[in-house]
Structures are given as structure tokens and as C-alpha cells.
């Protein structure tokens, strides 16, 4: 009887044990993820800062500008007077009709090109047949610079919204292929061995492997190529008199209104930064993998 006794107490002490060891584990881990996250947030802080650090020296550079040349047609306006022109335009309505005139532009053009370069890429990248048809004659465009193209676009296509969707549209799509092409045959091939071992059949490995192994590879692609197409749109926007941001700093340029191009020269910064930020964190929500294994 008493070592039945013993032996209930030895068990309860071992169970007893047992809880407190686990109890103090799922602490420990508890312990680890608050450091985590405290880790994490303050990393989140100090990257904060230094962004607000780098824009402000930036401005107090400008402003630095500004003070050693205030005067005459080559002057360099204060952040302050660029804030002043911005509320007037703002106020006249006539930043707000060039935005809206280049957002579309950019929507239309750069769309285009990037659903087609992006499919054709796709394609040549993974056949080598279409590869090689199509690649020579992409790489004999890729390196006419677009600008070159602007007098026949003018002479076929007039000086309206076509004309200008066309010179974003060629100045960008022929990158898109060929670094589309390139992502894709950077991927490791033991992929595709292994789609093939399970019997995948070849014209499924486009769409089963192909494309989810370098969608976060193309976002990256046309985040690249978008900043290319808001300068073509600038080199499309000086020809005729439709509104548009290049249209507004060639306006400013000819009639003296410094302000007006800074302003213009700012909202392309904006918007780059803007989109620049929503593609990236695009690309880490939808493919954190990738992040993570990069961040390695």
C-alpha cells in the first residue's frame, strides 16, 4: 500500500514537473516573440528616421540652392515658393487636369506594354522555337533609342492621345521582353525536371511552373520599366498643346515660370515614389517567400 503511495507521488512530481517545463517554454517562446516584435518595431522606427533624415537633408540642400541663387531666369525657387505655385496651381485647376492627363496616358501605354512585353517574354523565354523568331527582331528595336521614332510616330499618327500612348508604349515594351525572357531562364531548372517528372506536360509548364516562379520577378520588371515610362511621356508631352505635366514644364520653361517646373519636376517624383511603394509591398504580401529568402 505505501508503495503504491510512493509511487502516485513520484508520478504526480514527474506530471508536476512536466507542466512547469512546458509552462516555462511556451513562456521562453512568448519571451521570443515580444523580443521579436519589439525587435521588428524598432527596426521599423529607425528605418522611419532615416528616410525623414535623408528627405529633409534633401530639402535643406534645395533650400541651401535656393539661397545662393534667387534671382534672375536661371534661379533656383525655395521649397517654400514651389509649395506657394503648387496651391495656385492646384487652386486654377491646372495640376490637376495634367495629372489626371498623364495618369491616363501612363494607365494606357504602360498597360499595354506591360501585358504584352510581359506575354511575349513569357513565351520566348520558355520555347526556344519562338525564341528564336521573335527575340533578333526585339533586340534590333531594343536598341533604337524611342525618341528616334517620334517623327514618324508624328507623321502617321498625328499629335494626339494615340501618338502619345505609342511613345510610351515603344519605349518601354521591348525592355519588358527581353528582361522578361531573362528572368525566365534564370530559373532553376531542377523546376522544371521536376514538372516533367511528374508529368506535367510541356504546355502546362508555362502556366503550372513558369509564371508562379517569376511572378515576383515581374513586378519587379515593370516597377523598373514604369519609371522609364514617365520620362517618354514627358518626350510625348512637349509636342502639341494637350495638358499634361510635360506639357506644364515646357509651358513654364518658355515663359520663364520656374515655379511651375519645379512643381511639375515634384509631381513625377511623387507619383514615383507613390507607385514605387504600392509595387513593393505588393510584391511582399503576395510572395513573402521570396522576401524572406532573399532577406537571407
Known amino acids: 500500500m505505501l508503495g503504491g503511495s510512493a509511487a502516485c507521488s513520484l508520478a504526480a512530481c514527474a506530471l508536476l514537473i512536466l507542466l512547469l517545463t512546458l509552462g516555462r517554454a511556451s513562456h521562453n517562446r512568448r519571451l521570443t516573440e515580444i523580443e521579436g516584435l519589439r525587435r521588428s518595431h524598432q527596426m521599423s522606427m529607425d528605418a522611419t528616421l532615416q528616410y525623414g533624415a535623408g528627405a529633409l537633408a534633401a530639402i535643406l540642400l534645395w533650400a541651401a540652392l535656393a539661397t545662393a541663387r534667387p534671382d534672375g531666369p536661371t534661379r533656383v525657387p525655395s521649397p517654400i515658393a514651389v509649395l506657394a505655385a503648387t496651391r495656385s496651381l492646384v487652386a486654377s485647376g491646372e495640376l490637376g487636369d495634367a495629372l489626371a492627363a498623364s495618369l491616363r496616358r501612363i494607365a494606357t501605354g504602360f498597360g499595354l506594354a506591360a501585358l504584352a512585353g510581359t506575354s511575349l517574354g513569357l513565351l520566348c523565354g520558355t520555347y526556344a522555337v519562338a525564341a528564336r523568331l521573335l527575340l533578333p527582331t526585339n533586340t534590333f528595336f531594343r536598341y533604337i533609342p524611342p525618341?528616334?521614332?517620334?517623327?514618324?510616330?508624328?507623321?502617321?499618327?498625328?499629335?494626339?492621345?494615340?501618338?502619345?500612348?505609342?511613345?510610351?508604349?515603344v519605349g518601354v515594351f521591348f525592355f519588358i521582353v527581353q528582361m522578361t525572357v531573362d528572368a525566365v531562364r534564370d530559373i532553376e531548372r531542377a523546376y522544371l525536371e521536376m514538372a516533367v517528372v511528374v508529368g506535367v506536360t510541356r504546355s502546362r509548364i508555362l502556366a503550372s511552373v513558369v509564371v508562379p516562379a517569376v511572378a515576383p520577378t515581374l513586378i519587379d520588371i515593370l516597377r523598373i520599366n514604369l519609371s522609364g515610362a514617365w520620362t517618354f511621356l514627358v518626350a510625348a508631352e512637349v509636342v502639341g498643346n494637350d495638358p499634361g505635366l510635360g506639357h506644364m514644364i515646357n509651358i513654364g520653361r518658355r515663359f520663364g515660370r520656374v515655379e511651375s517646373v519645379f512643381v511639375g519636376i515634384c509631381s513625377f517624383g511623387v507619383i514615383g515614389i507613390g507607385t514605387d511603394f504600392l509595387l513593393r509591398g505588393l510584391r511582399n504580401r503576395l510572395f513573402r517567400w521570396k522576401t524572406l529568402s532573399s532577406a537571407r
Open 147 to 169: 525618341t528616334a521614332f517620334v517623327t514618324l510616330l508624328i507623321l502617321y499618327l498625328g499629335i494626339g492621345e494615340r501618338y502619345k500612348y505609342t511613345v510610351v508604349f
